[in-house]
T-cell receptor
Framework: SQQGEEDPQALSIQEGENATMNCSYKTSINNLQWYRQNSGRGLVHLILIRSNEREKHSGRLRVTLDTSKKSSSLLITASRAADTASYFCATDIRAAGNKLTFGGGTRVLVKP | EAQVTQNPRYLITVTGKKLTVTCSQNMNHEYMSWYRQDPGLGLRQIYYSMNVEVTDKGDVPEGYKVSRKEKRNFPLILESPSPNQTSLYFC????????????FGSGTRLTVV
């Protein structure tokens, strides 16, 4: 199975609500990253959190990392229709240089 | 503008006809990688390169070749494409080491008939 597993697989919310998605992984990491992908397009890097960090913010995004539980969460606050996309977590594993291993993604639909 | 450029964006080809998907980055990144994305299987790494003339297999390298003769270019070569290589392909680059997020290209949607 994949190193990163996102939960839920799909999420539907109203504009203005918060969206939370989770990522679990199996092995020790250098860092964990979150990406957004609009349908069929390239992935866009959102945020990187290092293994010695617990929380990070970027605009309306908040990422947490719990290395003891091998899990991370991405919170999008005050969601907008433009946030409709798939969101992927990716782990940079200690033994694998700069290789990123991606999870299966969470599809987020923000309804206006 | 800092970017990764892939070409072509769409490609339909026939089984066995050699093809090359080009990838170029203008950020002086050391690390480059190719992924394929398939429904239900997510993104899987095909090959990566940590610097010029240094390439290595990812998780699904069979049927693919790469080269890294210059820092900016990392072409993906399918010597004899087969229908199971129909997929959405992404090139990505990063600074390397343990610091960087990836910059992705826009993708190449390949159909092999």
């Amino acid at each position: 199975s994949q190193q990163g597993e996102e939960d839920p697989q799909a999420l539907s919310i109203q504009e203005g609500e918060n969206a939370t998605m989770n990522c679990s992984y199996k092995t020790s990491i250098n860092n964990l990253q979150w990406y957004r992908q609009n349908s069929g397009r390239g992935l866009v890097h959102l945020i990187l959190i290092r293994s010695n960090e617990r929380e990070k913010h970027s605009g309306r995004l908040r990422v947490t990392l719990d290395t003891s539980k091998k899990s991370s969460s991405l919170l999008i606050t005050a969601s907008r229709a433009a946030d409709t996309a798939s969101y992927f977590c990716a782990t940079d594993i200690r033994a694998a240089g700069n290789k990123l291993t991606f999870g299966g993604g969470t599809r987020v639909l923000v309804k206006p | 503008e800092a970017q990764v450029t892939q070409n072509p964006r769409y490609l339909i080809t026939v089984t066995g006809k050699k093809l090359t998907v080009t990838c170029s980055q203008n950020m002086n990144h050391e690390y480059m990688s190719w992924y394929r994305q398939d429904p239900g299987l997510g993104l899987r790494q095909i090959y990566y390169s940590m610097n010029v003339e240094v390439t290595d297999k990812g998780d699904v390298p069979e049927g693919y070749k790469v080269s890294r003769k210059e820092k900016r270019n990392f072409p993906l070569i399918l010597e004899s494409p087969s229908p199971n290589q129909t997929s959405l392909y992404f090139c990505a680059s990063s600074l390397g080491g343990t610091g960087g997020g990836y910059t992705f290209g826009s993708g190449t949607r390949l159909t092999v008939v």
